[in-house]
T-cell receptor
Framework: DAGVTQSPTHLIKTRGQQVTLRCSPK?????VSWYQQALGQGPQFIFQ???????QRGNFPDRFSGHQFPNYSSELNVNALLLGDSALYLC??????????FGDGTRLSIL | QKEVEQNSGPLSVPEGAIASLNCTYS??????FFWYRQYSGKSPELIMS????GDKEDGRFTAQLNKASQYVSLLIRDSQPSDSATYLC???????????FGGGTRVLVKP
């Protein structure tokens, strides 16, 4: 039974570019959340998707957007990349009110 | 005041001893509490969840919750070098809601 899978594992971009990160939830999970984790800090909530709609959003600018597909997979898009966007981006999935399980993350580096 | 606070450590513990980690949270309406373990360069892994006051034991791990004091702790008994990691405390205000993380406590278990 595959857990939460994310792609790509690593990505290098330059300032001003756009990036798309992908996440497939654990089998049976229908809710996907995205978190940003800067080096040495705890993860920060970006947004949560359920039934293809954004249900909650953290304190992130509109440059951060997302999407959930009918198969529950999700994408995180970041436009106009800044140096400060360099971080580990984590996807977490859950079913109902069960605890969230995290994928291995995408390490994004901005040059 | 941060919503979830942890001592960043490092907490140095001899092999076989008990590691005691603490976490405080600011929002009294918080309902669910989690401990995640994160190895360097890896994603957070759920090790304990606790929802009501008191103790919850799972193997070598015990979580303790005191909602009146807004305090949650994690005890690791018979600490092993493989327990060396960063331990993240996470709080959920309502079931199915976002997770708010502390900054993590780094634990070093020395042989």
């Amino acid at each position: 039974d595959a857990g939460v899978t994310q792609s790509p594992t690593h990505l290098i971009k330059t300032r001003g570019q756009q990036v798309t990160l992908r996440c497939s939830p654990k089998s049976g999970h229908d809710t996907v959340s995205w978190y940003q984790q800067a080096l040495g800090q705890g993860p920060q909530f970006i947004f949560q998707y359920y039934e293809e709609e954004e249900r909650q959003r953290g304190n992130f600018p509109d440059r951060f957007s997302g999407h959930q597909f009918p198969n529950y997979s999700s994408e995180l898009n970041v436009n106009a990349l800044l140096l400060g966007d360099s971080a580990l981006y984590l996807c977490a999935s859950r079913s109902g009110n069960q605890p969230q399980h995290f994928g291995d993350g995408t390490r994004l580096s901005i040059l | 005041q941060k919503e979830v606070e942890q001592n960043s450590g490092p907490l140095s513990v001899p092999e076989g001893a008990i590691a005691s980690l603490n976490c405080t949270y600011s929002d009294r309406v918080s309902q669910s509490f989690f401990w995640y373990r994160q190895y360097s360069g890896k994603s957070p892994e759920l090790i304990m969840s606790i929802y009501s006051n008191g103790d919850k034991e799972d193997g070598r791990f015990t979580a303790q919750l005191n909602k009146a004091s807004q305090y949650v702790s994690l005890l690791i008994r018979d600490s092993q070098p493989s327990d060396s990691a960063t331990y993240l405390c996470a709080v959920e205000k309502a079931a199915g809601n976002k997770l708010t993380f502390g900054g993590g406590t780094r634990v070093l278990v020395k042989p």
